[in-house]
Structures are given as structure tokens and as C-alpha cells.
């Protein structure tokens, strides 16, 4: 495990040199931001330990297994830790691997897992979790949330975005790490999703898989733009397709 800290809140911590989860200060101790693959909680407790606080908080940005692998021996570790993900990726937990009606009907992708936590708390667009704002980013997964930090504006993505490799929205294929586009749900989503991300200018880009990238806009948007292609030229295809039957 490698921790690297970024700016006065945040600090990452990875996995095998391709995984990422963080642990954002506040005044009380430390909010964990997802919980890495299994066998990894004491790496991770050990870690805020040695850097002064304990872990209040466990936050999920989403349901896929290099997320939440090590939450369950994270919570009967630390009891008394919230547990937090958004409402729609919490039934992915249970086993629960339906779509709702209004929800584009496309494959689900990537290894979900069932944990035997509960979560305490289902969040929502808009709600707060100390110092962090839940961004739904839907796309990698139905119910994937993004948390905004208000104190420097660092965006903390999940797999929104990917950096390992080539700065990418989730859903681009990137050829020297495609494990990001393979777990994507809808692409669309996803591209909407990083649009979102993007207009909330954040000045630090936190991911699930890659470096922190410090003013990141540049890049952002040149990760937007390369999606937004292949998605236009998929449509065209299409409609040049059905115009020939």
C-alpha cells in the first residue's frame, strides 16, 4: 500500500498500484472513501492510525467489488463507523440486480458482491457527509455518486473518471487499462455524468484507478470530448444502418 496526501483533507491510499481509496480529514477524524478489495481493512485502519485519526466514516462511491471488497471486515472492525452509499447501488449489496423502469435498459457490468453490512445511511443527491456533497454520477454503475469537497473543491470521482493509463471518462476504452470500461454500465449516463462532474470546476480530480490530476479541466474536457465522439459516431452508424434495411 502507498499513501500520498493531496492538499490540507485528502489522502490516498492504493492498492497494487492500480486501486485507490482515500481518507478525507475533517475536524472529527477521517471519512474513508470506498473500501478497496478484500483482505485490505487493517492496511487501511492502520494507515489513518498513523496518521493521527480514526475512521468515523465509511463512504461507498459505488457497488463494484474493488470498492467495497474489505467493507465487511471494516465494519466488524470499526462498529461504531457509519456506513454510507447511495440508495440505488445499496440493493447491489444484497444481491438485488434489477433496473428500475425508468432506467436505460443496458447490461450490467462488472463484479458486484454481496456484503453482509447494512448500510446506516442511503444517500441522495445534494446531501452532506461533513465537509463532502453527494454528486449522483450515474453511468458506471446505476447509483455511482461522486463526493465534492466544499473546502477546495476537490472531486472525489470514483470511477467516474479513470487517470491510470490515459485520463478517460468511464466507458472509454483505454487500451493499457480497459478494466474501468468493461465494468460500465451505460455510456451515455456515464458521459452525462462527467459533463456534471466537470461544470462544478473542481481544482483536484481524485479516482478510483490513477493519480490525483491537480487542475484537472484541461484534461477533463478532453476526456469528455474523446466519449462524446465514439458515442456520435456510434449513433450515425446506426442511423446510417437503419436507413439502408
Not at 216 to 239: G, N, W
Amino acid at each position: 500500500m502507498k499513501i500520498s496526501k493531496h492538499g490540507d483533507y485528502l489522502v490516498k491510499l492504493t492498492f497494487l498500484g492500480m486501486m485507490n481509496c482515500y481518507l478525507v480529514r475533517e475536524d472529527d477524524g477521517f471519512t474513508l472513501i470506498d473500501a478497496a478489495i478484500e483482505g485490505r481493512a487493517q492496511d487501511i485502519i492502520k494507515a489513518a492510525q498513523s496518521l493521527g485519526q480514526p475512521i468515523k466514516r465509511i463512504v461507498l462511491t459505488h457497488a463494484h467489488m474493488d470498492h467495497v471488497g474489505s467493507l465487511d471486515e471494516l465494519h466488524e472492525a470499526l462498529p461504531e463507523a457509519e456506513v454510507m452509499i447511495s440508495a440505488r447501488d445499496a440493493r447491489f449489496l444484497s444481491g438485488d440486480r434489477s433496473l428500475d423502469a425508468d432506467e436505460p435498459v443496458d447490461k450490467l457490468r462488472g463484479g458486484y458482491v454481496v456484503r453482509k453490512t447494512h448500510p446506516s445511511r442511503l444517500l441522495h443527491e445534494g446531501d452532506r457527509i461533513g465537509s463532502l456533497e453527494v454528486i449522483a454520477t450515474p453511468g458506471h454503475t446505476p447509483g455511482h455518486a461522486a463526493f465534492l469537497d466544499v473546502r477546495d473543491r476537490t472531486v472525489i470521482a470514483g470511477d467516474a473518471f479513470q487517470t491510470m493509463a490515459s485520463v478517460a471518462v468511464s466507458g472509454t476504452f483505454v487500451l493499457l487499462f480497459p478494466l474501468v470500461a468493461f465494468a460500465t454500465w451505460h455510456k451515455p449516463s456515464a458521459l452525462a455524468s462527467a459533463r456534471k462532474l466537470r461544470a462544478l470546476e473542481p481544482s483536484r480530480l481524485a479516482v478510483g484507478h490513477g493519480r490525483v490530476l491537480e487542475q484537472p479541466l484541461a484534461k477533463m474536457d478532453s476526456a469528455i470530448a474523446t466519449l462524446a465522439r465514439e458515442l456520435e459516431q456510434k449513433e450515425q452508424a446506426q442511423t446510417a444502418a437503419s436507413g439502408t434495411r
